[in-house]
């Protein structure tokens, strides 16, 4: 059966949700010797921290992506209700099982003033799935198998299996479509990606000042509507409450990244707007499946049962977010809304543990040292397993090792997030689970169950959209039986802005469309 999707123009900017990211050192190059005028309409962002580089192929950090994600367009992009559009092409088409045929929107130019071609698609997205390349994006597009031009304005995307989520992963940053001019300079040495930009987007780079700010201006030959904002600044400000009070200071418009803890210093402010929304992530407690401690899950599920996800969320999150009884929120293609989870019942988990004789369990459960959300979880989880009878002891570890140690095994437990950036079950589910993922590709949990295998396999594949649906929930059901992790919240995007900021959207993969925003008159800024 052919599917067709045509809209008319939709005019955004979408990209990952991604890790977390260190700054790198300041590099000098020509676009950095510019400067940009004053302007009453410089939209200024407090980001807690920088871009690492700013290359779609490049870092998978959030951070990397906002600044990216204003700079270059994909085939697609995702609307507000997480549903795929049109985008770069404007109509796309399923041809059989295997082909996609997309239609390339006419008069789009790239920031260098090269036209949008059927070639210039080929080249970005053969680019990104290069091995030399080695881009940390190529998982999400290493399903196609060949690219074929099939006039200017038409391109044919053949995958080498049935891929029925394809569209929605074109939508994220990694799949942008960068200039084939600039490719050829790369190529040539004479550019450098990581710091020089050429996409489609509303905004060009002006300067990067490496660990101080990164300053865009609007893109005046930019194909779809007019965007109001001139200049973008995103200066980075790792302390939350310093980014706070440039806002209520008027010396920033938007202070990104606020905790769930700060929420009442936000509401307290004059001038300043607390803005809460909902995210595509779920934060976790995952077992490490293969450690001796958690092989039977009679063990995984009597913890389950013994953490009140609810004083988490009301005590740590102040009700920003979900409780979550299984991996994905209904925001995500594949939620099944009838599933049930595990409830708290400390009495019955102190039952199972002595059944299957647990009486003394203990395990050193993993935090990020600067993420105090999750600290201050962990400490209320284990006080809450104690009281079965589980001791737990606390590591706080440096991100980069605690990813570290969490992609190669070495861990016991930890708590994390995932985030489904496409919007769908292919990736909300078959990273953390599938077996073929353990590690660093998303399967942090080391869980292998060879029916979830072969639904989670099979699904990807499955072109009927019903059948498809089907099997994520069975995998789900198989999931939340097994217990590989105690799914705690799918907790709120929160930020805060100043009362003249209009119009600003946040998706839920953590990135801000700043094409729609407005700033009303304020002499403070």
Not at 225 to 254: C, Q, W, Y
Not at 286 to 315: C, P, W, Y
Not at 495 to 510: F, H, R, T
Request: glycine residues 6%; aromatic residues 8%.
């Amino acid at each position: 059966m052919r599917t067709l999707w045509k809209v008319g123009a939709l005019i955004s900017v979408i990209g990952l949700i991604g890790a977390c990211s260190d700054d790198v050192e300041n590099q000098d190059d020509a676009s950095s010797s510019t400067t940009t005028e004053e302007s009453g309409e410089d939209l200024i962002f407090a980001m807690s921290s920088d871009a690492v580089d700013l290359s779609p192929h490049g870092s998978n950090d959030t951070a990397s992506t906002q600044v990216r994600s204003q700079i270059y367009e994909s085939l697609t992009i995702m609307d507000e209700n997480m549903d795929v559009q049109p985008h770069l092409a404007q109509s796309f088409e399923q041809i059989d099982e295997h082909t996609w045929s997309f239609e390339l929107r006419e008069g789009v130019t790239f920031h260098d003033g090269e036209a949008l071609t059927a070639e210039a698609v080929k080249r970005s997205l053969e680019r990104v799935i290069d091995p030399d390349v080695a881009s940390p994006r190529a998982f999400l597009f290493d399903m196609i198998e060949s690219i074929e031009v099939e006039s200017d304005d038409e391109v044919t995307i053949t995958t080498s299996y049935p891929f029925a989520p394809l569209p929605a992963h074109l939508a994220h940053n990694g799949g942008s479509i960068i200039s084939p001019k600039a490719l050829d300079a790369v190529e040539n040495e004479e550019f450098n990606l990581d710091t020089e930009t050429a996409g489609t987007g509303p905004f060009t780079l002006t300067h990067w000042y490496q660990g101080n700010e990164a300053v865009l201006t609007r893109n005046a030959d930019y194909w779809g509507d007019d965007v109001s904002i001139e200049t973008v600044t995103f200066k980075v400000v790792p302390e939350e409450l310093t980014r706070i009070g440039m806002v209520a200071n008027g010396e920033a418009h938007v202070a990104d990244t606020i905790s769930p803890l700060n929420t009442n210093q936000v509401e307290s402010t004059d001038g300043v707007e607390l803005v809460s929304g909902p995210s595509l992530g779920m934060t976790y407690l995952g077992f490490n499946n293969q450690h001796e401690t958690f092989a039977d899950a009679d063990v995984r599920r009597a913890i389950s049962m013994a953490i009140d996800k609810e004083v988490l969320l009301e005590g740590i999150l102040q009700g920003n977010g979900k409780l979550a009884t299984a991996p994905i929120s209904d925001l995500i293609f594949g939620y099944d809304e009838e599933l049930e989870g595990i409830d708290y019942n400390p009495d019955a988990a102190a039952a199972l543990l002595q059944d299957i004789g647990q009486t003394d369990l203990q395990f050193t459960l993993w935090v990020g040292d600067a993420d105090e959300v999750t600290q201050q979880m962990a400490v209320i989880i284990q006080d809450q397993l104690s009281e079965v009878g589980v001791h737990v002891e606390i590591e706080s570890l440096e991100w980069g090792t605690l990813l570290d140690g969490t992609a190669n095994g070495s861990h016991e437990a930890m708590i994390m997030s995932w985030t489904a950036v496409s919007g769908d079950s292919d990736n909300g589910l078959y990273n953390p689970f599938h077996s073929d993922n353990w590690g660093g590709s998303g399967n942090r949990t080391y869980y292998e169950n060879d029916e979830v295998d072969e639904l989670l396999f099979h699904a990807r594949q499955e072109t009927d959209v019903n059948t498809r649906e089907q099997m994520y929930h069975d995998a789900q059901a198989i999931i939340v039986e097994e217990a590989p992790m105690v799914y705690l919240a799918h907790q709120d995007n929160i930020y805060a802005k100043a009362e003249n900021v209009e119009g600003l959207i946040k998706m839920p993969d953590n990135l801000y469309r700043l094409f729609v925003t407005t700033l009303t008159d304020d002499e403070s800024y």
